[in-house]
């Protein structure tokens, strides 16, 4: 495989950028983008992916993990939650434990709703990540390949 040279067009890369300095790839000319790319029709050598891949890091998305305890606590970390917090420490203080314990029925209730929707909607999100395909197909030393979608290079 040759090794890359600058193709010279008279669409350069430069004239496909819009407002907010991205790239246009849809409309780019093949060879403009190729130039930009650093490539060749015949696709990256190994080598060069490799070296891509170490620079740029795999093609995934970031793992969060969550503290279940804290997305728990943070349904009652808003405003509605506060005055109902201030409605069960007055209750308290007035010695009404009956409202007090309705208050507080109320405000667990909440939180509990709250956490599990908020789990639920995580447990989608994985799933549609599952869905995602793993592999692609590439051009890697001249010939089309199947390489897992995490090793995509720029």
Same mark, same amino acid.
């Given at each position: ?28 000319? +093949?060879?403009? $983008? /190729?130039?930009? %790319?650093? #490539? ?8 060069? *992916? ?51 314990? +309705?208050?507080? $029925? /109320?405000?667990? %209730?909440? #939180? ?8 639920? *909607? ?33």
């Amino acid at each position: 495989m040759a090794a890359y040279q600058s193709m010279t067009t008279p669409n350069d890369a430069k004239n496909y950028v819009n407002d907010v300095g991205q790239v246009e790839w849809g409309a780019i000319p +093949l060879n403009a $983008a /190729l130039d930009k %790319l650093k #490539a060749t029709r015949e696709g990256l050598s190994s080598d060069e *992916a490799q070296k891509r891949l170490i620079e740029h890091g795999p093609n995934a998305l970031p793992k969060n993990e969550v503290n279940r305890l804290m997305v728990f606590l943070g349904f009652m970390w808003n405003p509605l939650s506060w005055a109902m917090e201030v409605a069960a420490i007055l209750s308290i203080v007035l010695l009404d434990f009956p409202d007090f314990g +309705l208050i507080m $029925a /109320l405000l667990l %209730l909440n #939180a509990c709703i709250g956490y599990f929707e908020e789990m639920q *909607a995580g447990d989608a999100v994985s799933a549609l990540m599952g869905q995602l395909a793993p592999e692609s197909k590439v051009f890697r030393d001249g010939a089309m390949v199947n390489i897992p979608a995490d090793q995509l290079v720029p």
